[in-house]
């Protein structure tokens, strides 16, 4: 028989049309009894004829098989259609693709040193020593064991002779985990950290097709102390495999604290731990020159020109240079902590899996923010320490605490009831700019063109931004934070032929469809912008929301992050201020590149997020790689570094 196919992938999904052009076969058969429609759902089997066995004895016939490619081959396998009709409707197809057997394991060990202090060293593997072919795409993935000296996280990654891409991992040092790497996280994913318990970070460096693969690379940057990583058992894996912790014992304490290290204030019993909170004082802190809500009190401005309602926060441009107002007029340099309370996940413990990693868990309560499952030693420690009325006395304590070292905002990602009755400056992230139809990573737009996106937008707006429209501390709102779709990830296929080929309808795809239709001289520069067109609706419909629900608040844009087009950069005068996330290696904003977000957005320039992290005390500062100090010491010179460079930038 003969036929014509085509296939499409939608996320992790792929469709394919078949059109026969000779038969007998199972798909004439259908379009006689069915017409044009759903045929079969496919499925992959390790083993053919025990899945045609398993099915016939189910009572389900085998109706058409047949196979492809030369037999034993690479590129060849079988198909079988199984009649399914009597259960769910429709065929059921058998598949099985050929693979050749994967080579034998490279047993090890492999003793990888890293010296304290260097840049980036790294040790590199050839695939010949491995005996090994190039060509690993017939695989999943990467199976490998290893064990660390110390917290240090690593980059593990693959060279085709040109580029090396690289994940990020993290240790636990004395303990052999099993690790897995899938190849797909190298294409395209919608989550960080696929699996667990171990984790890992597959970003930035994706795009990587493992046609060609020359070289394992394996690196540490600044490690703090001298560092050894010994692997074995490296394995192409045909599967899928859950990485493991092998060495189940216990490494946190019951305080949450690591085991296998000792640092000045670590408490090794309760009674330790009440003694060092008898002797927690604030030293006396004074800022006479500021006022209570920490903008300058020794200047007050009043400029016609200024964004913002008057009696709210408002920026302005005062000769040359851009100032934020507190509600006073006052100058106010901004400088908040992100995650200022208790509920966020990010202070929970995954547990589930790995329960044999703890000492002793605290108890059923509070301090399990997922019941069973995620747990905050954070908590338990608050709960131990302030007793009954623990959640008010943390919060009094942690506002001193902030107001004594300087900070004069409650800032992004914060517990909402924190923020909103600190009697501090704070910022929202807002939320709720969503559709029932979703599009793939990375172009995870909503259906922007919808009317059910106006109608989201406008309830999220409604609910969020109404309650606090009259309160004065608040500063603006956040409308998202380093979107997808802004970044410079890269992408497999561009926004608009994705969009195309998606075989479900939606008001995006039907206006793009429109538009080429009306403007066939311009099909390439409307494919090529689309992503824009589609972002400058996705602003246009939130901002136009906040407004009608808020008018006195300032609008903060959306916290791009790495170097947004100059598209978006653009765009962003839709905002009263440009924002941006920016992490450095050294650890300072680059004057030029805020000089250029300000010019084309023609709004000051926000950092939202800036970091410096540091291994040591059970801390792997996985998540920063490229943001890395030697110790908690340098933690506190990188940030004062960074926060003056910024203070002087006129943006």
């Not at 081959?73 to 059921?92: C, L, T």
């Not at 970070?201 to 070289?215: I, S």
């Not at 007029?329 to 208790?342: A, K, N, Q, Y």
């Not at 106006?454 to 409604?462: D, I, L, P």
Request: proline share 8%.
């Amino acid at each position: 028989f003969d036929m014509r196919l085509g296939w499409q992938r939608h996320a992790q999904m792929p469709f394919e049309w078949i059109q026969p052009l000779r038969g007998p076969n199972v798909y004439e058969d259908h379009l006689a009894k069915h017409g044009e429609g759903f045929h079969h759902l496919a499925f992959d089997v390790p083993d053919m004829d025990a899945a045609i066995r398993r099915w016939e004895s189910l009572g389900y016939p085998v109706t058409m098989s047949g196979s492809w490619g030369e037999t034993g081959k690479a590129g060849s396998g079988r198909f079988a259609y199984v009649d399914a009709h009597a259960i769910g409707g429709a065929d059921i197809e058998l598949l099985w693709n050929y693979r050749a057997p994967a080579p034998p394991p490279a047993e090890g060990p492999f003793v990888l040193k890293f010296p304290a202090g260097e840049r980036l060293p790294e040790h590199r593997i050839a695939v010949p020593r491995l005996r090994w072919p190039s060509d690993w795409r017939p695989w999943r993935g990467l199976t490998f064991e290893f064990v660390a000296s110390t917290l240090e996280p690593f980059a593990f990654g693959f060279s085709d002779g040109q580029t090396v891409k690289s994940l990020i991992m993290e240790p636990l040092p004395g303990l052999r985990i099993r690790a897995y790497i899938p190849f797909e996280a190298f294409w395209q994913t919608r989550t960080m950290t696929p699996l667990l318990p171990l984790g890992y970070k597959a970003w930035p460096e994706r795009l990587f097709t493992f046609e060609r693969v020359e070289e394992i690379v394996i690196r540490m940057k600044y490690p703090a102390a001298d560092s050894t990583l010994t692997l074995s058992r490296l394995a192409l894996s045909a599967e899928d495999v859950p990485d493991d912790i092998l060495d189940r014992k216990p490494v946190m304490d019951a305080f949450g604290q690591w085991m296998g290290e000792d640092w000045p204030g670590k408490a090794h019993s309760l009674e330790e731990l009440r003694k060092l909170w008898a002797e927690d004082r604030l030293p006396r802190a004074e800022y006479p020159d500021y006022c209570p809500l920490g903008g300058y009190r020794r200047q007050t401005a009043n400029p016609a020109n200024a964004t913002g309602r008057a009696g709210f926060f408002r920026v302005a441009q005062i000769d040359g240079r851009w100032f934020l107002l507190d509600p006073h007029g006052h100058p106010f340099f901004s400088t908040g902590m992100d995650l200022v309370g208790w509920k966020q996940g990010s202070f929970a413990t995954r547990v589930t899996g790995r329960e044999f990693l703890f000492e002793k868990l605290p108890p059923a309560g509070p301090a399990w923010l997922t019941p069973g499952r995620d747990v905050s030693f954070h908590v338990a420690n608050i709960m131990r320490r302030y007793g009954e009325n623990w959640q008010e006395e943390w919060k009094k304590s942690v506002l001193a605490r902030l107001k004594n070292w300087g900070f004069n905002t409650i800032g992004n990602w914060s517990d909402p009831d924190i923020a909103t009755t600190a009697g501090m400056a704070y910022v929202l992230p807002l939320s709720g700019w969503t559709t029932k139809k979703t599009f793939p990573f990375p172009w995870d737009f909503p259906d922007v063109f919808s009317d059910e996106f106006e109608r989201n937008v406008e309830e999220a707006a409604r609910k969020q931004c109404a309650p606090l429209r009259d309160d004065p501390n608040l500063i603006g709102w956040f409308i998202g934070n380093e979107p997808h779709w802004a970044r410079e990830f890269g992408s497999l296929k561009p926004w608009a032929e994705m969009l195309m080929e998606d075989p479900e309808p939606s008001a995006t795809k039907a206006e793009l469809l429109r538009r080429l239709k009306e403007n066939p001289e311009k099909a390439e520069e409307i494919r090529h912008g689309w992503p824009y067109v589609c972002g400058r609706k996705y602003f246009e419909t939130i901002v136009a929301a906040i407004r009608r629900h808020d008018p006195n608040h300032l609008i903060l844009g959306i916290r791009f992050a790495g170097n947004p087009a100059d598209e978006w950069v653009e765009m962003s005068s839709l905002f009263d201020v440009f924002s941006i996330n920016i992490y450095t290696e050294d650890f300072r904003p680059d004057p030029a590149r805020l000089d250029h977000y300000a010019k084309l957005s023609g709004r000051p320039v926000l950092i939202g997020e800036f970091t410096a992290c540091a291994p040591g005390r059970g801390l792997q500062g996985l998540f920063y790689w490229t943001h890395k100090v030697k110790d908690q010491t340098q933690r506190g010179i990188a940030y004062r570094y960074y926060v003056e460079t910024r203070r002087r930038i006129r943006r």
